[in-house]
């Protein structure tokens, strides 16, 4: 967690005991309710501007070696780049669907699936579906303990976090994009 560095420390997850909403009439049932207590307790608090699961990158909009330097980055409306500026980026995205990601790993099971987690289900995945899934995962129905589904949540779409949660999601894949292709200016 960088504790040697000084950019962070490990510390215990502590997740929200806030109700999930009416939207959600269920308790106890879905990996996404404690998320992440489900596949881990404990995490890395990050010092200043160091963000990541090791604290090791700047927070966004920081850069420099120690996160100091305040850095604008300015998206072009898609419709105002230039065909060149297209051109990359219809490449950055081939070259993340062949990019293994160094860092994340998917669940290829529910928890349940996972006997309450002794029997892990994970593999490796690529940069580009690393994002699918992330966004899949977000928005996927509800498997309930009787083995149906309930098909009538989406916490990505149809609760408060909407914007936060997509807003988040751009930054983070925009970051991943840069660490795959070097390039710091892209988003």
């Given at each position: 967690?960088?504790?040697?560095?000084?950019?962070?420390?490990?510390?215990?997850?502590?997740?929200?005991?806030?109700?999930?909403?009416?939207?959600?009439?269920?308790?106890?049932?879905?990996?996404?309710?404690?998320?992440p207590?489900?596949?881990?307790?404990?995490?890395?608090?990050?010092?200043?501007?160091?963000?990541g699961?090791?604290?090791?990158?700047?927070?966004?909009?920081?850069?420099g070696p120690?996160?100091?330097?305040?850095?604008?980055?300015?998206?072009?409306?898609?419709?105002?780049?230039?065909?060149?500026?297209?051109?990359?980026?219809?490449?950055?995205?081939?070259?993340?669907?062949?990019?293994?990601?160094?860092?994340?790993?998917?669940?290829?099971?529910?928890?349940?699936?996972?006997?309450?987690?002794?029997n892990?289900?994970?593999?490796?995945?690529?940069?580009?579906?690393?994002?699918?899934?992330?966004?899949?995962?977000?928005?996927?129905?509800?498997?309930?303990?009787?083995?149906?589904?309930?098909?009538?949540?989406?916490?990505?779409?149809?609760a408060?976090?909407?914007?936060p949660?997509?807003?988040?999601f751009?930054?983070?894949?925009?970051?991943?994009?840069?660490?795959?292709?070097?390039?710091d200016?892209?988003?």
């Amino acid at each position: 967690c960088g504790e040697v560095s000084g950019r962070g420390v490990c510390q215990d997850v502590v997740p929200s005991n806030s109700p999930v909403g009416a939207q959600f009439p269920f308790s106890g049932i879905d990996d996404r309710e404690n998320w992440p207590i489900v596949f881990y307790n404990r995490t890395c608090q990050c010092q200043g501007n160091f963000m990541g699961y090791n604290c090791g990158e700047c927070r966004f909009g920081y850069t420099g070696p120690n996160c100091t330097v305040r850095r604008n980055m300015i998206r072009k409306e898609i419709f105002r780049m230039t065909t060149a500026e297209k051109d990359k980026l219809i490449a950055y995205l081939n070259l993340a669907k062949r990019t293994i990601s160094p860092d994340y790993v998917i669940t290829t099971g529910t928890y349940e699936q996972m006997n309450n987690g002794s029997n892990p289900m994970f593999a490796d995945i690529n940069v580009y579906d690393l994002f699918v899934w992330l966004h899949y995962y977000a928005s996927r129905d509800a498997f309930l303990e009787d083995g149906s589904v309930w098909a009538n949540i989406d916490f990505a779409h149809e609760a408060p976090g909407f914007l936060p949660w997509h807003r988040f999601f751009l930054l983070l894949w925009e970051r991943e994009i840069q660490k795959v292709t070097g390039d710091d200016n892209f988003t």
